[in-house]
């Protein structure tokens, strides 16, 4: 392993410099990107859960916590990009910052947490979620606070850092459920711990035991519980409740009311994130007017949209091998940092390969944070065999970002507007959007807008 030579104080510095950066390319034209349907139907979704306690139109099926996120910024932002944005381009911005504080203290070296957040930075998929209104990059931001404030406890013996770790498990558990597998393993390690820690002292080690249950097991519940508040004042009862979150679990593992796409979808299974280049595909219509006349028929180059987070083949291919050589340092180093970086990983990872029903790539985003932190690791631990490794580093971010280049405007919105690109993506993602457009030789009445297609209420 290479001698770690970064100062505290320029590791900061960096890493501060590569949140701007992160800021930057995720706000990039934001205000110009057009509003797909999901956003529309984000911000209706938060208005009719807050004001009358109803779930939908939108992701009915999953927790509430961005309803009352992004309600609350509509009421302090107003109704435009950064009320229904604003949410999102926060949190995937700070999750920069979050991912290089958790890999500095998983594995103790500053410029392994500084090249962790530098690839989660220039992600497509990462950016590509930081700009919408739907809340999979919540899914990245709470368990990563809640994972950095449980090693803000174990270095401080603090039990206020220790509980601020539940309530942020808690608020991940109430965007998706997928929360609760980074809290499994993080518990589960508390436990080791207070098992060494008390040996043979049994009362202390169950008393031990039962506070931190109380910490991250009942808090992390009972703030879930507590966002549902706006649910009970329709009128529902907490003996209805169970019955409610049945429903939720029906829907979210069997898809029953999904919508087929309108495009060959493919990239539907998890097992193909890291052995094969994997896209997010989001094509939607933005239903502009030509010249702004609202009776005039919507032009189909300016009223579709193809926003396509792309994984980034010279990360995403790295991390499968990347966690075999974290599980080779656990095993034969006994490291406790590689442990639970492969638990995280395999525990948020192997749900999703096994389960039946389709999985789309932006739930990539509850696995993603660990799997750039072991590829991190993985380009540290492969450079230290060369007498340059400095140079074999930074050639290879100097790659990652040539690749990522393209991939990011694609993600952002802008791939139909270049050449080579624009007969791909309607082939490809556009067919089905260009024949339901209405035809300029049947005009349709004054104020008439054609049918939007359904929201993606199951990502």
């Known amino acids: 392993m290479i001698t770690t030579t970064l100062s505290a104080r320029s590791t900061m510095w960096t890493l501060a410099f590569i949140t701007l950066w992160a800021l930057f390319l995720n706000g990039f034209q934001l205000s110009r990107q057009p509003v797909s349907e999901d956003d529309y139907y984000v911000a209706l979704s938060a208005i009719n859960y807050m004001e009358s306690g109803q779930l939908g139109p939108t ?6 916590l961005r309803n009352i996120l992004v309600y609350y910024a509509l009421q302090m932002f107003g109704t435009g990009v950064l009320g229904v944005k604003g949410v999102s381009l926060l949190l995937g911005t700070l999750c920069t910052p979050l991912v290089g504080l958790v890999a500095q203290r998983i594995f103790k070296d500053n410029r392994i947490a500084l090249i962790a957040a530098f690839l989660w930075a220039c992600d497509a998929l990462v950016i590509d979620f930081s700009r919408q209104g739907i809340n999979d990059i919540y899914l990245s931001f709470f368990p990563l606070i809640a994972i950095y404030l449980f090693y803000r406890h174990r270095e401080s013996g603090r039990q206020l850092w220790l509980l601020g770790s539940g309530i942020c498990f808690g608020l991940g558990l109430a965007s998706k459920w997928s929360a609760v597998f980074p809290l499994i393993v993080t518990f589960a390690l508390l436990l080791v711990t207070i098992n060494k820690e008390t040996k043979d002292a049994i009362r202390a080690r169950i008393v031990r035991y039962c506070h931190v249950t109380a910490l991250l097991l009942i808090v ?7 966002t549902f508040i706006p649910w009970f004042g329709r ?3 907490l003996s209805e409740w169970p019955a409610l979150q049945r429903s939720m679990f029906l829907e979210t593992s069997q898809h029953v009311g999904y919508h087929p796409k309108k495009w060959d979808d493919k990239d539907n299974r998890a097992y193909k994130w890291f052995v094969a280049p994997s896209v997010f595909v989001d094509p ?7 010249d702004g006349d609202p009776r005039s028929l919507p032009s189909f180059d300016k009223s579709v949209t193809v926003v396509l987070g792309y994984a980034n083949p010279l990360v995403w291919l790295l991390v499968l091998p990347a966690i075999i050589v974290l599980l080779r340092r656990g095993f034969r180093e006994r490291d406790e940092g590689a442990w639970y970086l492969t638990g995280l990983f395999l525990a948020s990872y192997l749900p999703l390969v096994a389960s039946p029903r389709p999985i789309w790539m932006n739930t990539a985003l509850s696995v993603l944070p660990y799997a750039i932190m072991a590829v991190a690791f993985f380009v540290w631990t492969i450079a230290g065999r060369f007498k340059r490794n400095n140079v074999v580093i930074a050639s290879y971010l100097v790659l990652v970002l040539i690749v990522a280049s393209p991939l990011y405007l694609l993600a952002i919105g802008k791939g139909t507007r270049i050449p080579v690109l624009n007969n791909y993506l309607v082939e490809q993602y556009l067919v089905q959007f260009k024949k339901e457009m209405p035809s300029e030789r049947t005009p349709s009445a004054p104020g008439h807008v054609s049918a939007v297609p359904a929201p993606h209420e199951n990502k």
């Open 284 to 290: 939607f219509m933005n239903m502009d007017t030509a």
């Open 59 to 64: 992701m009915w099926n999953h927790p509430c």
């Open 220 to 226: 992390p519940a009972l703030v879930y519980l507590l």
């Open 235 to 237: 009128g529902y009862s």
